[in-house]
C-alpha cells in the first residue's frame, strides 16, 4: 500500500515545479513511509510514496519498463489478490520476471493489455501509467472503489494523487467550495456523490472507472458495472457457493512479506475473518494469527441497550479468541484523546468525517501499527447481504430517501435561516440519481426491484463511506487494512441473490450465517447485528459541547453559516433530535464532533466560499 501522485503539464516545465513536487510527496509520506521516488521530464511528473508489503526489494516505485521504442512508467497504490494468475498468462505471452511483487506484474499486464488490463484485475488498487513516447497517461480504480484517486485537469494541467491535500499542495486546483460543495458537506456528509471531491475544481475517479489523458482531453469510461441475472442455485449451492466465495478472498488476502493481524469485533464478519485466518495458518504452520479489537474507557458503566447495539462485544470477542486461538490485544481509548484526534481525523480524511467513529479508529490503527503492518477487516458484509436494519424494517424500505439519513431536519437546524435553501432538493436528486443505477429484470417483484436500488443506495454511498474512512484512517498510520468482503465477485454474486435466500431465516445477512455454521461458534452466528463500538461515556458529550461553544464564540468563515440557536438546543436538549445525522452512530454527540470537523477543516484547509 502507498500514496501516488502524478503531473501532466501542457504548458510548463514542471523540473522548474521541484518545490511544488516535493510538498505533493510530503502529503503522502504518512500513506507510504518506506520510500520515496519520482519520475520526473519537462512535461510530466510522477511520485510514489512506499508502504512495503510485498517483494520489499523489487517492487520499488516508480517502476519503469521499456518495450520497443516505449517507455512505461508506474506508480500505484494497492494490492492484486490474483496476481499469480496474471503472471503466468504473462509468462505464457514471453514476459519475465524479475521479483514476485504484484507492482511488475501490473506494469506488464498494462503493456500487454493497455486499458483492457483491468478487466483482468482482483484486487484493491489505484494506478497510473505513463506512457513516454505516446505521452498518454492511464489512470484507474478498482471495482469496488477500496482505493482512493484524485484528480484536477484545469488550464492545460492535469494534477491527481491519493487524497485531495496531495492535488491542493499542486496549486492548481485551490481550497475553494462553492454551493455544491456545502451542500455536500452539510447535507451529505459524511458521505459525499461518488466522483465529487467537494473542491471546486477537484474530483474523483469512480469505482470500477478508468481514464486516459492524452493531447488535453480526458476520456473516462467504466469498466465494471453491476449487472443483473437470474440466480440460478438452489438454497444449498448457494450457501456453499458463499462460503467459498468469502474464504476465498480472504485466503487471497493474507499473502504478505511484512507481519498481518486481524480486527476483531466478536461480530459475524470479523469472527469469519479471524477464523478462516486462523486456519490458514495452520495449515501453513504458522504462527497463532494476533487479532485487535476497540474499547472505550469506562464503557462498561455506561453502556445502554438499544435496537441498534443490544449488547456488548467483549463476550463475543472471548468466545472467538478461544475457538480461532488467537494472540488478541484490547485497545483502550480515552475519551479525551477521542476528542482531541478530531480534528487530526479531519485532515487524515482532508474533509469532515464520521466524527469520533474516525477519530478512534485512527487512535485505534495508530496502536496496531506499532505491531503490524497490514491487517484484515471486515467492513462491507452489511451493505452486499442486508446487515442494516433498514433493509428489514418494511415501514422505511420503500421511502424514496437515503435510509440511513431520512430526515434533513437536524442539519437544517444547525444552519442559518436562508442558508443553502435547495438542500432537500439536492440530496433528492442524489437519491433519485443512484436508484436509477440499479438494474433490474422483467421477473422482478416489487421486493426484488426495491432490494436492487437498495443493494445501489448501499454499495455507493454508505459502503463508500465507510471504505473511505478505512482507507484514509488506516494509510495515515502507515496502516494497510485489506476488506475482503469487497472482492468484486462477491458483489456481483450477492446483487443477483434473491430476497429469500440473502435473509434466510428471516435474518440479516442470513445466508452468510447459514454458510459457516459449525465453523463459528453458534451464538457468534447467529448473534443480533452489532455496529462499530462508540462511546457511552457521558464525559465525551460534555467535552465536545465545551468545544464547540468555544467554537461558536469565533468570528470565522464557518460561524457565517451556523445557527447558533440551533446547535445551543442540541447542546442542552441532546435527546430531543428525532433521527441521527448518518446512521445509528452519529448522533448528539457525534453531530457536535462534526462541527468540530467543520471547523477544524475550514482553518486547516484555509477554505474559501464561493456561491
Not at 500487454?112 to 501509467?129: H, S, Y
Not at 452486499?384 to 437536524?410: A, K, M, T
Not at 430476497?499 to 465453523?519: H, M
Not at 438546543?569 to 453531530?591: C, F, H, T, V
Request: proline share 4%; hydrophobic share 35%.
Amino acid at each position: 500500500m502507498c500514496g501516488i501522485a502524478g503531473w501532466i503539464s501542457d504548458n510548463q516545465n514542471l523540473c522548474d515545479r521541484k518545490t511544488l513536487l516535493d510538498n505533493m510527496s510530503k502529503t503522502l509520506k504518512k500513506r507510504g513511509p518506506d520510500e520515496d521516488g519520482i519520475y520526473i521530464e519537462k512535461n510530466v511528473a510522477m511520485i510514489h510514496r512506499r508502504l512495503a508489503v510485498v517483494d520489499i526489494e523489487h517492487g520499488k516505485q516508480p517502476m519503469i519498463y521499456r518495450e520497443g521504442n516505449e517507455i512505461y512508467v508506474l506508480v500505484y497504490n494497492g494490492e492484486l489478490y490474483n496476481s499469480e494468475e496474471i503472471r503466468q498468462e504473462l509468462k505464457l505471452d514471453g514476459f519475465e520476471f524479475e521479483g514476485h511483487s504484484d507492482t511488475e506484474v501490473l506494469l506488464k499486464a498494462y503493456v500487454r493489455w493497455k486499458e483492457g488490463c483491468a478487466q483482468k484485475l482482483n484486487g484493491i488498487f489505484a494506478f497510473a501509467v505513463y506512457e513516454t513516447k505516446r505521452r498518454r497517461l492511464f489512470l484507474c480504480r478498482d471495482r469496488i472503489g477500496v482505493k482512493p484517486l484524485f484528480f484536477t485537469k484545469k488550464n492545460g494541467e492535469l494534477v491527481f494523487g491519493s487524497q485531495i491535500k496531495t492535488v491542493l499542495a499542486s496549486r492548481v486546483a485551490e481550497p475553494t467550495v462553492t454551493e455544491t460543495g456545502l451542500y455536500e458537506i452539510f447535507f451529505l456528509g459524511p458521505a459525499r456523490t461518488p466522483g465529487c471531491g467537494v473542491f471546486r475544481d477537484i474530483e474523483e475517479i469512480l469505482p470500477g472507472e478508468f481514464a486516459i489523458y492524452e493531447k488535453g482531453n480526458l476520456r473516462r469510461q467504466k469498466y465494471f458495472f453491476i449487472e443483473a441475472k437470474e440466480h440460478e442455485e438452489n438454497e444449498q449451492e448457494t450457501i456453499e457457493h458463499t462460503r467459498f466465495l468469502i474464504q476465498d478472498s480472504i485466503r487471497r488476502q493474507l499473502v504478505s512479506d511484512v507481519p498481518l493481524c486481524c480486527f476483531l469485533s466478536g461480530g459475524l464478519d470479523s469472527s469469519i475473518i479471524t477464523q478462516t485466518a486462523s486456519d490458514y495458518h495452520k495449515e501453513m504452520g504458522l504462527e497463532r494469527i494476533n487479532t485487535y479489537s476497540v474499547e472505550y474507557r469506562d464503557n462498561d458503566k455506561y453502556f445502554q441497550k438499544s435496537l441498534f447495539q443490544p449488547n456488548q462485544d467483549i463476550e463475543y470477542i472471548s468466545l472467538m479468541i478461544e475457538n480461532a486461538q488467537t494472540n488478541h490485544h484490547q485497545v483502550i481509548i480515552e475519551n479525551e484523546l477521542l476528542q482531541e484526534a478530531l480534528p487530526q481525523a479531519t485532515l487524515a480524511r482532508d474533509l469532515p468525517g464520521m466524527a469520533d467513529v474516525d477519530s478512534s479508529l485512527l487512535l485505534f490503527c495508530r496502536e496496531v501499527k506499532n505491531d503490524f503492518t497490514v491487517a484484515l477487516s471486515g467492513e462491507c458484509a452489511d451493505e452486499l447481504f442486508g446487515g442494516y436494519p433498514w433493509y428489514h424494517n418494511q415501514d422505511i424500505l420503500f421511502e424514496e430517501c437515503f435510509p440511513w439519513s431520512r430526515s434533513q431536519n437536524v442539519r437544517r437546524s444547525i444552519l442559518k435561516d436562508g442558508i443553502l435553501a435547495k438542500g432537500e432538493e439536492y440530496v433528492k436528486d442524489r437519491y433519485l440519481e443512484t436508484v436509477a443505477l440499479a438494474q433490474k429484470l422483467p421477473s422482478d417483484s416489487r421486493l426484488t426491484a426495491r432490494m436492487r436500488e437498495m443493494f445501489m443506495l448501499n454499495f455507493y454511498w454508505f459502503m463508500q463511506c465507510l471504505l473511505d474512512r478505512k482507507d484514509r484512517c488506516s494509510m495515515d498510520c502507515g496502516l494497510e487494512v485489506r476488506v475482503p468482503f469487497c472482492d468484486y465477485r462477491i458483489v456481483e454474486y450477492a446483487y443477483n441473490m434473491p430476497w429469500e435466500l440473502k435473509a434466510l431465516g428471516g435474518r440479516e445477512k442470513g445466508i452468510v450465517r447459514k454458510a459457516f455454521e459449525g465453523i463459528l461458534p453458534h451464538d457468534i452466528c447467529y448473534r443480533k447485528k452489532s455496529p462499530y463500538p462508540k462511546t457511552h461515556n457521558p464525559i465525551y458529550f460534555e467535552l465536545v459541547a465545551e468545544k464547540v461553544k468555544g467554537i461558536l464564540q469565533k468570528k470565522s468563515v464557518l460561524n457565517e453559516l451556523l445557527s447558533e440557536a440551533g446547535i445551543h438546543k442540541i447542546i442542552e436538549n441532546p435527546d430531543s433530535i428525532d433521527s441521527p445525522w448518518y446512521g445509528q452512530l452519529m448522533r448528539a454527540p457525534q453531530i457536535l464532533a462534526y462541527i468540530i470537523q467543520l471547523d477544524s477543516w475550514f482553518e486547516e484547509y484555509k477554505v474559501r466560499i464561493d456561491i
